[in-house]
């Protein structure tokens, strides 16, 4: 099992099958920067479920115990639930799951709990409905995304984790009401500090408030008490409500960073291998995989890039940084 230059093992791995998305979300793929005729990769270019199946059996060769699914937005992908279904077949693998927008979420809930994936993370900034849709820049309504939660939960993908990117003068104004309503309902709200992910974010660092500051905000309305870190590689800080009215959490990123228990790699949908979500660029999987690179070669450069690894991008990062190219968020998810 190989450990990279900082002594941190492999265990989780994103895989995002798709770069193409059904939001504009401003902080992520601002309309400007991705307009309808922004060319996304063509199809042949996407690594086939095949090809991502017989990766994941080397990931898990290396150390790899979970699997997330990300995108892009994943459920724009044909057939997801047959890949979950594939890599469910993975000796080792202990866990699949999915971060989706959660817009086609009702119709595809039930299919993925059969084939297998074991949780769902909706990305979810407001529950303003105008605000939902000048913030996600999508006709979709915000009810077809709750209505993709209640169904999640309902098929039995639970807990369902609600990740929440709050930046100031956006909506830091809902901390509490997103407290409240996810209070009680099963669901597990995690708060995002604001990041300068890939280079069309228009990060700044007046817009990002601490994951503490909203700790504190949300204690003064319902007390909280820490959660022991059950495990190396987590990355939310996590509260549960003093009268037991479920859990929140805190990602922190900026404030708090946790490079030195990372132990993520990720995948993107051309096949390129990233060591952190701030990378500038990967290791071209593909290419060698299509090239007829037996499993040996493909776990030996995989086994190699990891070993080389140093990235601690959050513990380095200035307002400077920000404006270094780094791998576009939609083509590696979150």
Known sequence: MPLDALQR??????????DRCNF???????????????????????????????????????????IRLTGGEPLLRKDLPALVKMLRATEGIREITLTTNGALLAGHAKALKEAGLARVTVSLDTLDPARFQA?????????????????????GLHPV????????????????????????????????????????????????????????????????????????????????YRDGAGEVGFISSVTEPFCLGCDRARLSADGHLYTCLFAGEGLDLKGLLRGGAGDATLEAAIAGRWARREDRYSLLRTEATAALPKVPMHRVGG
């Open 9 to 18: 093992p492999l265990r989780s791995l994103r895989l995002s099958v798709t």
């Open 24 to 66: 504009r979300c401003t902080y992520c793929m601002p309309a400007e920067r991705f307009p309808p005729d922004y060319p996304f990769l063509p199809r042949e270019d996407i690594l086939h479920f095949e090809e991502l199946a017989r990766l994941a059996v080397l990931f898990t060769r290396l150390g790899v115990e979970k």
């Open 135 to 155: 913030v996600s820049d999508t006709s979709v309504p915000l009810a077809l995304v709750l209505e993709g939660i209640a169904e999640a939960q309902g098929v």
């Open 161 to 240: 984790k609600i990740n929440c990117v709050v930046q100031a003068g956006v909506n830091d104004d809902e901390v509490l009401d997103l407290a409240g309503w996810a209070r009680g309902r099963g669901l597990a709200l995690r708060f995002i500090e604001f990041m300068d992910v890939g280079s069309a974010a228009g990060w700044r660092l007046d817009r990002v408030l601490s994951g503490e500051s909203l700790r504190a905000r949300i204690h003064a309305r319902w007390p909280l008490d820490p959660v022991p870190q059950d495990r190396l590689g987590q990355v939310a800080f996590r509260h549960r």
